[in-house]
């Protein structure tokens, strides 16, 4: 992909005419249109200057398509994320992704398990049982969420999830930047 069409496309991306970008970048629309169509070259310092109100930089913008590319993740090469000796299986769905603002995992916590408490931070989490049932604890307060049960919130109080039953439950948890 050429320079000037690669920036085209993450302009559209973030809703931003070509006047808007000239004027956040302080530059005139016509230099954005011809290098949106590869007529000029802009120095490294413009350059960084685009991509910057763009919400990107030169290296993630140079990077591999291919690697930023992928699309399917298959189920051998998720990464476990816990011991068994506490009760909970997980696994990170998708790995080696710069700049992903979702942190898809599959959960299983056998009866008796939890999660540990975590602190309040920024971000949301979205979670679906698959199978079984649990408890979602927020700020002391338990939300019962049972087999095909869906649960979202903002994670900014504590929070923590727990298998008080007698059956392994299964659930995808989602964290979103």
């Not at 009760?87 to 998708?94: A, K, N, P, V």
């Not at 710069?98 to 599959?106: A, H, T, V």
Request: proline share 3%.
């Amino acid at each position: 992909m050429k320079l000037g069409s690669k920036i085209r496309k993450i302009r559209v991306a973030r809703g931003y005419t070509q006047e808007e970008l000239a004027d956040r970048c302080d530059l005139s629309r016509s230099f954005i249109s011809q290098l949106e169509n590869d007529q000029v070259s802009p120095s490294i310092d413009t350059l960084e200057r685009i991509l910057r109100v763009l919400g990107t930089d030169l290296k993630t913008f140079f990077a591999s398509d291919e690697r930023r590319e992928k699309i399917v993740f298959k189920s051998n090469e998720r990464v476990p994320m816990y011991l068994d000796e506490y009760g909970i299986r997980g696994y990170i769905l998708i790995d080696n992704i710069e700049d992903k603002s979702i942190d898809p995992r599959l959960i299983e916590l056998l009866p008796g398990a939890e999660t540990e408490e975590e602190e309040p931070h920024e971000g949301d989490e979205f979670g679906y049982v698959i199978s079984g049932k649990l408890e979602l604890i927020l700020d002391g307060k338990t939300y019962k969420v049972g087999e095909g049960d869906s649960f979202y919130y903002c994670a900014d109080r504590k929070h923590k999830i727990r298998n008080p039953y007698k059956k392994n439950v299964k659930f995808l948890w989602i964290n979103i930047e």
